[in-house]
Every structure is written in C-alpha cells, then in structure tokens.
C-alpha cells in the first residue's frame, strides 16, 4: 500500500531535520555566510560530477544579491531572468549584469508560425487575480474548477478531513482559514452544505508560471542546467518547510536547486547585500561594463546604476533595534501581483504604484479585465474591496 504524507515524513525523519535546520537559522551572520559559501560550491562541484550545467534565476535583491556573491566566491554562474516583470530599476540592473533576458511563455502560434506569449493581462483576463497567497490562491482556483479526480482535495480545503494519502486527518493545514473559507468557499456549498461566499472575480496562482516558472524551466531544459536560487526559509510560505526538511541544496528525481541562503533572515541578506555592493562600487561596476561592451549586451556609453541596489527598495538603514531595512519596496514582483498584499501597512505596493506611475496604476485598479456578463471593465479595485484592503487617499 502507498505511503500516506503522515508516513513519509516520519520516514524521512522530517521533524529532526527541520529543527537542525531552525537551530542553524538562529546563528549569526558569519556563520551563515561560511555555510551558504559551502553549501553553494558543494553544489557546483555535485553539478560538474553530474554533467550538468547551472545558472541563477534572477528577480529582485535577493537572487541579484545572490549572482554577484557566487561571483565573489568564483562560481560563475550565468543569470536569467524575465526582466520585463520587474521594475524599471530592476531592469536596469539586469542589463548591467548581462543577464539572460528570457520572454513569458508561449500562449500560442498561428497559422504563419508565430509564436504569441503570454501578456500579464490575458493571464488575470483567463484564469484569475493572484491574491492572498500562492498557496492560498491554488486552493481557490481548486474549489472554484472542482473535477472527480480533485473532489478530496476540495474537502480537505473546506474541511481540514483529508483522505488515505493524508493520514485521514480531521484538522489538517489543507483547511483554508476560516477568514478566506468565508470569503471563497461558496464554490463548495452545494457539495459541502456550507453557506460561504463567492467573489465576483476569478483568483489564481498561475501568473508565475506561464510569466516566469515556465520560461525558466524550459531554458534550464534546453541548457541542461540547474538552477540556483535566492530563497529563504524565514520568508515563510509553502517553500518554508520543504526548505527545512531537504536543506540548502536538494538534489531530487525530477528537482534539483540550490538555495544557499536557505538559512538566512532578512537582516542577513541586507548585510550581504551591502558587501556586494561595495565591491560593485570599487571595481564590479567597470568589469561589467567592459564585459558587456565586449559581448556586444550593453552600447558605449550605456549609465551604468551607481548601486546594485535597485532605486525601487530606496536605500538599506538600520531600524530602532539595529536591524537592516530597505526605505521603500520590501519585496518586489509584477506590477499586478497581489500576493501578500492584504498584510502591507499603507503605503502598500499599489500605494507606491500610484506614485511612480499613475496611469499604470489606473489601468491595473480598474481596466485590465472585462467582465464576461456585463462587458464592464474591471481590475484589482473589486479584489481589493473584496478582501477589505484600501487603496484610495487616505483621507
């Protein structure tokens, strides 16, 4: 009989492991720099035994903090990155890097053989609002497209009861909170005899893949390489445990990564990102230049950004308890993702969008969707009324 998930860790021991790893998350910035150092070259070195190439998958601070620290320890690792996602100022650093700029995936080709891809607002338009969480978000889109095959899944997710692979438990982490079961889990009520609501609007956790994960993915398979990754384990989120259980670097039958700052906080990575650069201020800054002259990725005269720290996230202070911040953006991402924006303090996200560009954020609050029954246009001003988070002027 097929192990059940209650098995399967117990198996593995997944309780010792994720307490190992815990007492490594507390221990101080040196410390984790050493391990990251280690756990980033014993990666490279498994890679070459295997034959197979590797690259860092490159978004915001994180992964940028990321490239240029295996630069620091001599992994040279090339980055891609679907930079047309990100900020402007984002942009600007990825080219200066000479990144691998890849394209969001193929929606489709026509009858002359050109490819169309995937655009942020026919993604939203078909299968939904990333909001909430990604986790969270799936297991909206589960209720909302309910099929045999997925009918315990749906259970699990309004009740918490899970069938034979999850141990048949009565109170699972499938349940989805009752603050959001209120909001989302009218798709169940027949099935279920519950009587939550139903939004107006279509929620999903596929924008990261058809924009990112998949472009990704199939260059990694086209260039038989294997990515480095700039996650963190106290970022928390559904990668938090497994980060926990399988460690910095995690060789799999159908995954293989690294995420040597595994064990970092954000604190940790600031510091780091302050030595990087430093280095790019005396020195990295005209390398990269040359290079990319040289490559032919960057014109004479191209301005290189005077920081890698993108103008997006403002600089990097201290607190009141002497811990490293970022003045502006904490996190960064699409213009039009949702994810974690009910847990901002204002000026959110799309705050700070209204400021640097007013017209995009009047096309993503109301205009980028129109509603199949009324032919309205619509955007994230439904969503957000819907989950209670404000974004007009504070009065």
């Known amino acids: 009989m097929k192990e059940n998930c209650l098995e399967r860790m117990e198996r593995?021991?997944?309780k010792r492991k994720i307490a190992d790893f815990m007492i490594k998350e507390k221990q101080d910035y040196e410390f984790k720099k050493k391990y990251a150092r280690i756990r980033a070259i014993e990666f490279a070195n498994e890679c070459d035994?295997?034959?197979?190439?590797?690259h860092v998958s490159v978004g915001g601070l994180d992964s940028i903090t990321l490239f240029l620290f295996l630069k620091s320890i001599g992994i040279d690792a090339p980055g891609i990155t679907v930079s047309s996602?990100?900020?402007?100022?984002?942009?600007?650093?990825?080219?200066?890097?000479?990144?691998?700029?890849?394209?969001?995936?193929?929606?489709?080709?026509?009858?002359?053989?050109t490819e169309h891809r995937w655009s942020k607002p026919q993604i939203i338009q078909e299968f939904g609002f990333p909001v909430l969480s990604k986790e969270i978000a799936t297991k909206i889109e589960t209720l909302a497209n309910p099929t045999e095959k997925n009918k315990t899944v749906r259970h699990a997710i309004v009740t918490g009861e899970t069938g034979a692979y999850g141990g048949y438990q009565k109170n699972s982490r499938m349940k989805m909170s009752q603050k959001w079961l209120n909001k989302f889990g009218g798709y169940a009520?027949?099935?279920?005899?519950t009587d939550y609501d139903t939004p107006n609007f279509k929620v999903s956790s596929k924008?990261?893949?058809y924009l990112k994960e998949k472009p990704c993915d199939d260059w990694a398979k086209e260039h038989?390489?294997?990515?480095?990754?700039?996650?963190m384990a106290s970022e928390g989120g559904r990668r938090a445990k497994s980060l926990r259980i399988n460690g910095c670097n995690y060789f799999g039958k159908s995954t293989i990564r690294s995420a040597p700052f595994a064990i970092f906080d954000r604190d940790s990575l600031l510091r780091l990102t302050l030595e990087m650069d430093e280095k790019w201020k005396n020195g990295w800054k005209e390398e990269f230049y040359r290079k990319g002259i040289r490559e032919g990725y960057l014109k004479p005269g191209f301005d290189m950004p005077e920081s890698i720290i993108p103008e997006i996230y403002g600089s990097i202070e201290k607190d009141e308890n002497g811990k490293l911040?970022?003045?502006?953006?904490?996190?960064?991402?699409?213009?039009?993702?949702?994810?974690?924006?009910?847990?901002?303090?204002?000026?959110?996200?799309?705050?700070?969008?209204?400021?640097r560009s007013p017209k995009e954020w009047e096309y993503w609050m109301y205009k980028c969707c129109t509603d199949g029954e009324t032919g309205e246009k619509y955007g994230w001003a439904r969503v957000l009324d819907y989950i209670g988070v404000e974004y007009e002027e504070e009065n």
């Open 85 to 113: 996602l990100e900020d402007m100022s984002i942009q600007k650093v990825h080219r200066a890097l000479g990144l691998c700029r890849l394209k969001s995936a193929v929606r489709n080709v026509d009858e002359n053989g």
């Open 189 to 193: 009520n027949e099935e279920e005899g």
């Open 12 to 14: 593995i021991d997944s």
């Open 224 to 231: 038989h390489s294997v990515p480095y990754l700039g996650l």
């Open 325 to 355: 911040y970022t003045t502006k953006a904490q996190r960064t991402g699409c213009s039009m993702c949702g994810f974690g924006i009910h847990l901002e303090k204002r000026p959110h996200r799309f705050d700070q969008l209204k400021e």
């Open 49 to 54: 035994a295997r034959g197979l190439n590797y």
């Open 207 to 209: 924008c990261c893949y």
